[in-house]
Every structure is written in C-alpha cells, then in structure tokens.
C-alpha cells in the first residue's frame, strides 16, 4: 500500500531534444501509451524509481498485516474473524504479487528484505500506529484501505507493465477491504453509547495518519514531474489527498461520525473541502522510525525472516538438487 510516499531516484527532466536517440525511443513509447516490458531497454533511474516504490509498497503490504492480525484471535463474531483471516491473507498476496513485479527489475527478493531490515528501504508510515480496539480495524479498513484504493487506481495505468498488471486484481480486493472496514464502523454507529464513542475515537487517531499516506505536499515532492512524465504517477499528492477528503466526508457523514478537523468546510468554488494543516513534523518523524510502533513492527519483521531461513534453505537445496538431476539426465 502506500506508493506515494516514495521520492523518486530518477533523473531531472528532460525535453525531448535533450534525451539520447535510446531515451527518446523510450519517452515516445511512453507518451503512446505502449507499457515496458521486463525485457524492453530503460533509462537507470526509471528502473531505480519503480523498484524503490515497487519495493515500498510490497514492504507496505506485508507490514500491513501486523496491525490487524493480533485483531483475528479477538474479533467479536465468527464471521468477522473469517472476514478479516481472509483480509490479511489478501494482503500477503499483495506482497507477493509486488515483490515478483519489482523481481523482474534485476533485483532479489532476498536484497529487497535485506534493504528493508536495514532501514535503506521503508514501508507506509500507515503502519507505525497500534490498533488499539475493535473500531481500529474498521477505520483501518475504511480509511487506510480507502487510501490506499486512491493511489493504487492510477497505478493501474502505470507505464511499467508488471506493475500495472499486479495492481488490477489488488484493487478489486482492496475495494472489498474498504467496504468491511466502512461496514464495521457503520455496525458500531448503531449500538450503544460506548461503541459509538469507540468508532468515533478511532476515527480521530486515524484520520490525520491517512491523509499523511499520500505523501509529502506536491510543494516537497521535488520529483513528481519526472514520475509523472514517467507515467509511474498519473496524479500528484495533492490531487489525490483532496480526492481522498471530498470521498470520505460525506461518508463519515452519513453515519453520524465527525472529522476530528476544526477547519474543514466545504467550498464552493473549487467544489471540494478544504481541510486543516497536516502535521508533516510527524510525518517525517515515524518515517524515521520514531513513531509510535516503529520498533515493534521492524522486530516482528526480523524475527520473521530469521525463523524462516531454515525454510529458505531446504527450498533452495531441493530446487538444486532438482536442476542436478535435470543436468544428469540430459
């Protein structure tokens, strides 16, 4: 999830009648709307471009299980335990989706995890806050996963082939993440005093994260122009966090909760809300590993990846043996 808050490693931008004969034969390719293939030549930042957001958003999927899976033991009913197993289960196939996409870039699914672990690469900063109750799951699926839906439609559109590809079915199965998300709040917006005030403080600790998920301010985003022109982007920041805003609130609306946001109203003229000031000092300082779960998650991440080497192993020794016996045979 969460592709936006990548900055882009390519190069500055370039006209045309700047670019060598091989760039050019590429942007044309591009502008034709003719999608690149694995095998296909690219200029180096583009390829450094997609596998560092490719990277982050398999990291983002995988992470992203953390928060509500400690939730599958404790939901309230059998059949929300069954709807959020086959949530997360969902999202580890993200993952796996998007790490073969970034894989057919020249990098090891191994250097991927390897970057990750030592803090190079990062995940969404979504990720870094604890879910503390019941209602958390519902607006994790209402407002992360609804985020989430908001980058990842135009990456559809993306002009890196196996990336565009991935991001079809992971779409269809977000849009159902959002809905259970929204159906749990909208469930507790029907009970009691208690469980009206819990979806309601959920709703206040996850707002503000949710629309930091878009990334910096396009005034900061210092590289989209090259993304864009990439077509690794379709949309700016910006664009896509108002859009996230004029789609959210009036359904917060509709089931009585509030934006914890004393200066949103809706204006008139540009026939959207206006909102208050992202606290971006925040931002910036989970995305350093100072956030409140920070710690915890890159843990439970090590820990994974270390109880599962002997695996690793025994698959990489019996796929060797295997090609030895081919070799043999032959």
């Not at 990291?59 to 059949?79: C, D, F, M, Q, Y």
């Not at 890196?160 to 199965?173: D, L, T």
Request: hydrophobic fraction near 40%; include cysteine; charge should be neutral.
């Amino acid at each position: 999830m969460y592709a936006q808050e990548v900055k882009s490693t390519g190069e500055a931008v370039k006209s045309l009648k700047e670019m060598s004969p091989e760039e050019r034969a590429f942007q044309e390719k591009i502008d034709a709307g003719v999608k690149i293939e694995p095998k296909d030549w690219m200029p180096e930042g583009y390829r450094k471009t997609l596998i560092r957001q490719i990277s982050q958003h398999a990291h983002s999927e995988i992470v992203g299980e953390l928060p509500e899976g400690n939730w599958i033991t404790r939901a309230p009913t059998l059949e929300r335990k069954a709807i959020l197993l086959a949530k997360v289960q969902d999202e580890a196939g993200h993952g796996l989706y998007l790490y073969c996409a970034a894989e057919t870039l020249g990098v090891s699914r191994d250097e991927m995890t390897e970057q990750l672990l030592s803090g190079k690469a990062k995940y969404s900063s979504i990720f870094n806050y604890p879910t503390l109750t019941w209602a958390d799951i519902g607006a994790i699926g209402w407002l992360v996963d609804g985020a989430a839906i908001m980058n990842q439609v135009p990456l559809q559109r993306c002009s890196y082939g196996p990336y565009s590809r991935a991001m079809i079915r992971i779409c269809k199965e977000e849009s159902f993440h959002q809905r259970q998300g929204y159906a749990i709040m909208m469930q507790l917006m029907k009970g009691d005093a208690a469980q009206r005030e819990m979806a309601q403080d959920a709703l206040n600790r996850w707002w503000w994260p949710s629309l930091m998920m878009f990334g910096p301010s396009d005034a900061d985003s210092v590289h989209s122009a090259q993304s864009m022109a990439w077509k690794i982007k379709q949309n700016t920041n910006d664009e896509l966090r108002q859009k996230f805003v004029d789609q959210t609130v009036p359904q917060a609306e509709f089931i009585g909760l509030k934006i914890p946001d004393p200066d949103l109203k809706w204006n008139e003229e540009k026939g959207g809300y206006d909102f208050g000031e992202i606290d971006w000092n925040e931002f910036h300082e989970v995305l350093k590993g100072n956030g409140p779960c920070n710690k915890e998650r890159m843990e439970a991440r090590r820990k994974a990846w270390n109880d599962g080497a002997w695996f690793r192993d025994g698959l990489m020794a019996h796929a060797k043996k295997r090609a030895a016996k081919k070799i043999a045979a032959e």
